[in-house]
T-cell receptor, first 117, second 113 residues
């Protein structure tokens, strides 16, 4: 079965300090992993994605994430937080089963990032 | 303008009424999706469609009906709305499913009284 767990529902950091948003996944098949960001009263926007190429993925706005198969993790990081980074972040796992022909798509419950001036 | 649009953006309806939420995309993407977003649950997939006239259930399909007669439109109908269907609904589209970015609409906030 596929699932994704975001380990923190809320993260608070000071402006200029590093950001770490944690995501663990469970997948029986080779997964694709995404991070999306949602600013207040807006739709979701793709930050970055992993699709079995390089394990360190760089995204927009200085974010990056590392796929660690041994730890089943896909944590999102940024070296220095900016006020505009305050938003809700969602980790997503998708996978296709050749055996069952089923496509699976799961969102994490989200992590709200607060940036303190 | 190109993109994905949803209408209405806000809707208040009464329990038992039928409600249809509209979704339109201009990219000719094959896949379209409906999600609901609730506190503590993140986004949950209601239905998705791989092409015109092809739809499949997601994680929480009960109480919802979809259709897709044209590639660009993917309406979601609540046949008899319940209070538990009060939520924010997002439509999305993509060129595929696994490993492909989804593009999201702005959302519809639905309140069932």
């Amino acid at each position: 079965a596929q699932s994704v767990t975001q380990l923190d529902s809320h993260v608070s950091v000071s402006e200029g300090t590093p950001v770490l948003l944690r995501c663990n996944y469970s997948s029986s098949y080779s997964p694709s992993l995404f991070w999306y960001v949602q600013h207040p009263n807006k739709g979701l926007q793709l930050l970055l994605k992993y699709t079995s190429a390089a394990t360190l993925v760089k995204g927009i706005n200085g974010f990056e994430a590392e796929f660690k198969k041994s730890e089943t993790s896909f944590h999102l990081t940024k070296p220095s937080a900016h006020m505009s980074d305050a938003a809700e972040y969602f980790c997503v796992v998708t996978s296709f089963s050749d055996q069952t022909g089923a496509n699976n798509l799961f969102f994490g419950t989200g992590t709200r990032l607060t940036v303190i001036p | 303008d190109a993109g994905i649009t949803q209408s209405p953006r806000y809707k208040i309806t009464e329990t038992g009424r039928q409600v249809t939420l509209m979704c339109h995309q201009t990219w000719s993407h094959s896949y379209m999706f409906w999600y609901r977003q609730d506190l503590g649950h993140g986004l949950r997939l209601i239905y998705y469609s791989a092409a015109a006239d092809i739809t499949d259930k997601g994680e929480v399909p009960d109480g919802y009906v979809v259709s897709r007669s044209k590639t660009e439109n993917f309406p979601l109908t609540l046949e008899s709305a319940t209070r538990s269907q009060t939520s924010v609904y997002f439509c999305a589209s993509s060129e595929g499913l696994a490993g492909v970015e989804q593009y999201f609409g702005p959302g519809t906030r639905l309140t069932v009284t």
